[in-house]
Structure formats: structure tokens, C-alpha cells
């Protein structure tokens, strides 16, 4: 099993940045890629952002340019990196790992709030 749990939610004003934290615990030799996904309120989840464990990214065209992902291996830990936030990122932030010959694992989610 790998254990996820995100940190570094809130509230924040538009333009504003903030910098989510994902720490895994557990079977983390069997991660592969990480990656960020969020649920706003009547929506579907969403990626985020995804970085493999040799380091290339992925974003999703709405956050190019604002967002980046990074991933310390030693301290097990995935990193989201919000810039110029719009009240449109305000969403449930989840981390995701995706394992080895195993099923993915699920951060319990963090809520983020971009006020106008």
C-alpha cells in the first residue's frame, strides 16, 4: 500500500500563489508517475499535472504557464506550485500516484479556494 497526504490548502486571493505538498509513505519503490488532479464543485476530476519519475511533466492547457510540478525523491514528496491563481482553480486538489504492477493510490484531497 502507498499512503498519500496532501497539505498546503486554503484560501487566497486572485493572482495570489500557493504551493501544494503530496508526502507518501509506504511501498513507495512501487511509484511510478505523480500527479495532481482537482474536483470542482459539479464537475468531473480533472489532471492537473502529472511528472514521471525521471522527472518529465504534463500539464493540462488551463495551467501551463502558472502551475509546476516537481517531485523531491528523497523526501518522498510531490510538490504543486500555484501561480497567478483565478478564482476558477478553486477546486479539491487530489494527489495521485500510479504504481507498479498495482492499482493507483489517492491523497484524501485539499481544498483550495481563489477568491475574487
Known amino acids: 500500500q502507498v499512503q498519500l497526504v496532501e497539505s498546503g490548502g486554503g484560501l487566497v486571493q486572485a493572482g495570489g500563489s500557493m504551493r501544494l505538498s503530496c508526502a507518501a509513505s509506504?511501498?513507495?519503490?512501487?511509484?511510478?508517475?505523480m500527479g495532481w488532479y482537482r474536483q470542482a464543485p459539479g464537475k468531473q476530476r480533472e489532471l492537473v499535472a502529472v511528472i514521471t519519475s525521471g522527472g518529465s511533466t504534463n500539464y493540462a492547457d488551463s495551467v501551463k504557464g502558472r502551475f509546476t510540478i516537481s517531485r523531491d525523491n528523497a523526501k518522498n514528496t510531490a510538490y504543486l506550485q500555484m501561480n497567478s491563481l483565478k478564482p476558477e482553480d478553486t477546486a479539491v486538489y487530489y494527489c495521485?500516484?500510479?504504481?507498479?504492477?498495482?492499482?493507483?493510490?489517492w491523497g484524501q484531497g485539499t481544498m483550495v479556494t481563489v477568491s475574487s
Open positions: 509506504g511501498r513507495i519503490f512501487s511509484i511510478n508517475a
Open positions: 495521485k500516484a500510479d504504481r507498479r504492477l498495482a492499482p493507483p493510490s
